[in-house]
């Protein structure tokens, strides 16, 4: 019963190099978010999906993107590594909209 | 924004005394969740409590909520070491309630 799993669990890009992080769920669950947590910044939602298929922007978008081709998965690109995007990135999954989150244990980026 | 904010930002106890936290939020609400995090790994899910409801129990958690004040309260009894970390309110929009936003979160340290 593995719940979220993150790959990679650390990843050190140049700049301008691109990535994708991987979130893989085996709780059936229809909702999965991507966060980044940075000190003193508390979550910030970058995107989300409701279901397989769906994607949707969350407050800091900009240099992402997302997929959801199956439900059990959704990855975040980054096509063009910068520095501002050092972070901790964390993907989270719900069974429905009103339920609290289930995280995964974090993917620790550095850009340089 | 919506983001609820915890206060204080950084809490010192001894073991066996209460922990007091608040969050406060600026905009309507559907729900609201407290979340632990233990450093280095992802958040855990402690109380979701709905803006119908005033307060809510978990074995030595206890979540109230006003919505007339705008705020929410995480009481830990009898605080044990392993209580030591980061807790963090979330809030969800109440246009659009699939997605959470988080503070920065208050650290407790609770000494042995």
């Known amino acids: 019963n593995a719940g979220v799993t993150q790959t990679p669990k650390f990843r050190v890009l140049k700049t301008g190099q691109s990535m994708t992080l991987l979130c893989a769920q085996d709780m059936n669950h229809e909702y999965m978010y991507w966060y980044r947590q940075d000190p003193g910044m508390g979550l910030r939602l970058i995107h989300y999906s409701v279901g397989e298929g769906t994607t949707a922007k969350g407050e800091v978008p900009d240099g992402y993107n997302v997929s959801r081709l199956k439900k059990q998965n959704f990855l975040l690109g980054l096509e063009s590594a910068a520095p501002s995007q050092t972070s901790v990135y964390f993907c989270a999954t719900s069974k429905d909209r009103f339920s609290g989150y289930t995280f995964g244990s974090g993917t620790r980026l550095t850009v340089v | 924004s919506q983001q609820g904010e915890e206060d204080p930002q950084a809490l010192s106890i001894q073991e066996g005394e209460n922990a007091t936290m608040n969050c406060s939020y600026k905009?309507?609400?559907?729900?609201l969740q407290w979340y632990r995090q233990n450093s280095g790994r992802g958040l855990v899910h402690l109380i979701l409590i709905r803006s119908n409801e005033r307060e809510k129990h978990s074995g030595r958690l206890r979540v109230t909520l006003d919505t007339s004040k705008k705020s929410s309260s995480l009481l830990i009894t009898a605080s044990r070491a392993a209580d030591t970390a980061s807790y963090f309110c979330a809030t969800s929009d109440g246009y659009n309630f699939n997605k959470f936003y988080f503070g920065s979160g208050t650290k407790l340290n609770v000494k042995p």
């Open positions: 905009t309507s609400i559907n729900n």
